[in-house]
T-cell receptor, first 114, second 113 residues
């Protein structure tokens, strides 16, 4: 089983709203990732959690706040977003976040900021 | 600086024929390469990978070739099927970056019935 699930599938929010994206995996993976993908562009790494600790933040604005409550769950809290933050947000996981690992992606959350 | 490049934004192939998708990279520290397939509004699906110690890896209809001296890899799909129509992303990782993936810009493959 290589399934990563994400909820919600679609999200529309205003610039003053607070919302959260959720990601879950039950593969026993200890590394989880958030990516942002704009149309016709490759995924861009935002955050990496390894063993529930934030290990990489790719200079993401503070209006995006990640959280890893346990080894199976990853959240992305959104607050005061801008219209340019509209994108597909992808979650991925891999075994331990080490080299020569395969990352498995969820279906993504399509976010529209009005 | 784009370290992983897919120079063909699109490719059309007849059903049953071979599809060849190409990827070039510039960072000689990359040591692991992956291909992902992506349908619209879905997440990338892992297809096949290759370590830099190999020059070929095969999985069913999919074969990845790696030419380290040319910093080039390719994905061969034989025979191509209409269900293969999707965007294909090449990705690479390097030991010194802790295995983080760098993606190419993708190639839209269309397999014509």
């Amino acid at each position: 089983d290589t399934e990563v699930t994400q909820t919600p599938k679609h999200l529309v929010m205003g610039m003053t709203n607070k919302k959260s994206l959720k990601c879950e995996q039950h593969m026993g993976h200890r590394a989880m990732y958030w990516y942002k993908q704009k149309a016709k562009k490759p995924p861009e790494l935002m955050f990496v959690y390894s063993y529930e600790k934030l290990s990489i933040n790719e200079s993401v604005p503070s209006r995006f706040s990640p959280e890893c409550p346990n080894s199976s769950l990853l959240n992305l809290h959104l607050h005061a977003l801008q219209p340019e933050d509209s994108a597909l947000y992808l979650c991925a996981s891999s075994q331990v976040g080490s080299v020569q690992e395969t990352q498995y992606f969820g279906p993504g959350t399509r976010l529209l900021v009005l | 600086d784009q370290q992983v490049k897919q120079n063909s934004p699109s490719l059309s192939v007849q059903e049953g024929r071979i599809s060849i998708l190409n990827c070039d990279y510039t960072n000689s520290m990359f040591d692991y390469f992956l291909w992902y397939k992506k349908y619209p509004a879905e997440g990338p699906t892992f297809l096949i990978s290759i370590s830099s110690i190999k020059d070929k890896n095969e999985d069913g209809r999919f074969t990845v070739f790696l030419n380290k001296s040319a910093k080039h890899l390719s994905l061969h799909i034989v025979p191509s099927q209409p269900g293969d129509s999707a965007v294909y992303f090449c990705a690479a990782s390097a030991y010194i970056r802790g295995g983080q993936l760098t993606f190419g810009s993708g190639t839209q493959l269309t397999v014509l019935p």
